[in-house]
């Protein structure tokens, strides 16, 4: 225990004061608290809550949570597309304002600029999305669809959320190129999914309009390729100004692993003609890693 102890106070150390003001940002403990209730909740208490009560329906609370995700991931793809698009609107003019991020190396501003900080709020919300998308298994507990709660759902709403705030927010925000990259694909990605799924929750008179569907899965595999080429220029190049180079691994590795099992959902389900599963049709659920591969 003392060595966890001083292991929590030298990380602390090195925390980004720019970032302690926000929620669940003071300290890992709350959020590894949320996380930790998350799992103990889906896996345990919730099946045992739900097991002699009917499935809620939850129609409606669906079609506001999808559509709510969607704005929110617009409005994250916009605020962080600004520094990769390097385009603002300033008394009429447009003009490339100093944050502009490159394809290549681009360092982490630990500055106070405004436009530093405005990259740091849009981090924090990105990862903050990711808490409200606990929610996801919540609904499936509550619509007792026990079968999609599986190992790759939990571990991508647990453990991706855990690392970012440690190694990504708390350490490193996404004041770099490099670094956000993947945050404005991922909230592009999610902005199409939750719309899917937000018109699913619809009913009927939305099917005619979902035929999309499969290339869902398409745009997941194409978001981890371009995620893990782009980060693997580090390892190319001969020098790269980057403080944690643990961010760029860490990146990599989720990027790879996840589009192998993302390649394993598509070959089961449309490579040997296997029925897509019901739960891409309708569910309040943003991600097709959530889906259990049959």
Known sequence: MEAVVNLYQEMMKHADPRI???PLMGSPLLMTSILLTYVYFVLSLGPRIMANRKPFQLRGFMIVYNFSLVALSL????EVGEGWLGRENSGGLIHTPSYTYTWRCDPVDYSNSPEALRMVRVAWLFLFSKFIELMDTVIFILRKKDGQVTFLHVFHHSVLPWSWTLLMLS???LTGGMGSFHAMINSSVHVIMYLYYGLSALGPVAQPY????KHMTAIQLIQFVLVSLHISQYYFMSSCNYQYPVI???IWMYGTIFFVLFSNFWYHSYTKGKRLPRALQQNGAPDIAKVKAN
């Open 20 to 22: 302690q003001g926000y």
């Open 75 to 78: 409005y994250i793809v916009y």
């Open 171 to 173: 350490y490193c925000p």
């Open 210 to 213: 979902l035929w999309w569907k």
């Open 248 to 250: 760029i691994h860490l």
